[in-house]
């Protein structure tokens, strides 16, 4: 009996230091993806990125949700081409590794697609976005951030380019998930605003939605064209 109480309290033991390890890896990614965004771009101030490895889904969508905004900070905000750099490579990466272990995470998907984009691997973006919408298709806020980022990539190919085709295809999807819900129905509207070239084709779209999804997106259209005009 002394012996099964020491090896009993060995395995505790055991037990404790790797609930320990799990609280700081945990915390050591809490305290990246709970920054601002600017703050967290900072960190790459030095030409590299080194997300935390998380263990939890919770704490890795968080990280990636932060991943989808730093890189379009680095987008639109002034800074050196260095710290962009180290800002897409380090979420991609982090993404990738994610995807290794669990290859259904829509939002991780989403991050490669981004990342890819800001890049100019378009063709590798269209295939990311096209397997995030496959796997994450009724996420209302994923869809939101897809359909912006889609239509910003289809405009970048020609009129019947087969690649600008598929991706349209597959953010049929998401104009489907945001028109079927009033509180998001306006993220719709405003790309159909801020994209002319795909009115007609967002129009075919909203026309199979049940009458009343039709005439709340006519309404918030109304309201895109006042903003975009008073802009």
């Known amino acids: 009996m002394p012996g099964f109480r020491i090896g009993f309290a060995l395995f505790g033991v055991v037990l404790a230091a790797l609930a320990a390890m799990f609280a700081l890896t945990e915390y050591r990614a809490f305290l990246q993806w709970s920054l601002p965004t600017e703050d967290l771009v900072a960190l790459a101030d030095h030409g590299s990125l080194d997300l935390a490895p998380a263990k939890s889904i919770r704490t890795e969508d968080e990280q990636m949700s932060d991943c989808l905004y730093a890189i379009q900070w680095v987008q639109f905000m002034p800074g050196s081409d260095a710290r962009a750099n180290a800002v897409v490579t380090g979420c991609e990466t982090r993404a ?52 912006s980022f889609g239509l910003t990539l289809a405009a970048r190919k020609p009129a019947g380019d087969s690649g600008r085709t598929v991706i349209l295809e597959a953010l049929a999807q998401d104009v489907a998930t945001l028109a079927s819900d009033a509180t998001l129905i306006g993220y719709v509207a405003g790309q159909f605003v801020r994209f002319p070239e795909f009115q007609d084709w967002m129009i075919g779209l909203i026309e199979t939605q049940p009458p009343e999804a039709q005439r709340r997106f006519l309404s918030a259209v109304k309201v895109a064209q006042r903003a975009m005009a008073g802009s």
């Open 96 to 147: 990738r590794a994610i995807l290794a272990r669990s290859p259904t995470r829509s939002i991780a998907h989403l991050v490669v697609a981004f990342a890819a984009g800001q890049e100019g691997r378009l063709d590798e973006a269209f295939t990311a976005l096209r397997r995030s919408v496959l796997t994450g298709p009724q996420k209302g806020w994923l869809a939101a951030e897809r359909l």
